[in-house]
DNA sequence: TGACGTCAAGATCCG
DNA sequence: CGGATCTTGACGTCA
């Protein structure tokens, strides 16, 4: 069982992925973003095997407008040698790695240049794939697309558009049931002209259900079946909803207890789960301490240590009930640990709190900095006081100092970043 | 024609 | 000037 995030990080330096306009799409640039992409790439990597992450969806950004024409970049060429460093890397620690074309890449379209562009945008994400010399259980998820007034039509249109793209694109294809048009039955059907398999999405199938009278884990049990050895494991998208009126958004985090109420009713636990949820690594590390078997005091205290000036900016009793369950080493509370911190999540932010933690966030600036950041720090910090700016270049401005002077523990606060 | 979704980049506005 | 906020972009479908 792994557990992974989609696209983006939060609470590294240097993680941050680069886009580009159209306007600016000279290959120097693309070069220059491809480059910085991959080196924020590796930086996430790293960042999920420190973690125990072995599941992350690459953003197809990665490579800027990659199956754009403006972009005639040969960058599986110039950049072969990072390429394959970051293979390397994923490979040394079994990391499974995968992609996503997005709701535009859509090959079941009557318009022959947009399937056109769509086989184009498939064979960039396959070349990605390839480049990092990724096995065939790195995947490619897909969605089926457009319904254009006849559901069976377009579903027909699909199978035809797959049969006739290339082995090495099918070989990583792997389909997914959305929240609007093709329900789990529908998939179904087309997995079985096509042999793709199906990575099941939990929300989707909620908002959507097909009309058969099988719950989540009797169809993550069908699904199963789809996936053969070469495949690897199956896998499935699980998210939550953002709230009651926003059912197909996903939530900001992935809540302790409905999550652990969905792992206990699977009947197979060696199945890989992404979550696509707004807090990325955040709620996967969670997740991953969990459902840990021999979870250590040690693993909800690295935890603490990125949490804990954001949880103090929040509320100090809060704070205080957190470092209490810590205290029992013997039985690591990580649910009692990640509800507290949800609870946290959910509090407005009081000015007073908020500054009583940043003052003991510059008590490690304090003989460090120098008389010029002092003044600067001190200068943002009157604009916040006195509700001309929001805390936001204050952070900012400890961000940077940290990294500058490499305060190891306060770099990856999450209390900079969130 | 604009909403949809996603995020960053760029533009613009404010004091 | 620093900082906040609004707009645009890149994609295809659908009402």
Redesign the pocket.
Known sequence: MSIGY???HIGSSDT??????????NEANLLK?SRFNLNALENILRYNVDNNIKLFRISS?IIP?AS???NELRWWEILKPELINLGQFAKNNELRLSMHP?????I????E???K??IDDLKYHQRFLDSIEMPLEAKIVLHI?????NKTE?MKRFIKSYKGLGEDIKNRLVIENDD??FNAEDVLRIYNETGAPVVFDVLHDMVNPSNENKDTYEWIKVFEGTWKDIDGKQKIHYSESKNQN?K???SEYIKSESFLSFYSNLKNKDIDIML?V?D?NLSAVKCGNLIKKDLKAADLEKEWGKYKYYVLSKDANTYKDIRELLKNKDKPNSMGFYELIEKAFNMDTKQGNDINTIQHIWGYFKDLATLDETETFN??ME??KSM???????K??MLKLSEKYDVSYLRNSLYFYI
């Open positions: 989609a696209c983006l941050k992925i680069k886009t580009v306009r159209l306007k600016d799409a973003s950004d407008l754009h024409e403006s997005g709701q535009y890449t859509v079941n379209s009557p318009y240049d947009v399937v562009r769509a697309g457009g319904m254009y007034g377009a609007k048009i926003e197909r958004s996903h696509e707004k990325k200068k943002k604009r916040y001309k700016a929001t805390n936001r270049p204050v900012e401005y």
